[in-house]
């Protein structure tokens, strides 16, 4: 089975530590992040990035681990596992790409609800923290 080239590069970049410019370059200019707590999809490079930097920051790490994926062509859904402040977090990314190999589309569900109020604390620093 072939990996998607897109879901390659978002693996790295998870593994490797969150490097900025390689998150940069996996975006289309046009892309969306649906957000857990955010009500609105946040449209364009800029605060795509703005986020999913924020969350590799936040969730990422030694705890953050994939537990499985489900992958069909230029969509992959998958499934992840983290701890913070003693709070454990279950999660699922669902990514599109488009015909560039560039993330298109993003959406994160996060369970249960102390979980997503933790994440919410802590991505809310950090988007404030990146916006200073």
Known sequence: MTIHPGLAAWHAY???????????EMLAEDAVFHSPVVHTPQEGRDKVFAYL????HVLGGNNFRYLREIADGDQACLEFQTELEGIQ????????WNAEGKIQDFKVMV??????????EKMAAMLAAQAS
């Open 89 to 96: 977090i279950n999660g699922v990314d669902i990514i599109r």
């Open 111 to 120: 369970r249960p609800l102390k979980a997503i109020n933790k994440v919410w």
């Open 53 to 56: 930097q924020a969350a590799s």
């Open 14 to 24: 998870m593994a490797g530590g969150g490097e900025p410019q390689a998150l940069r």
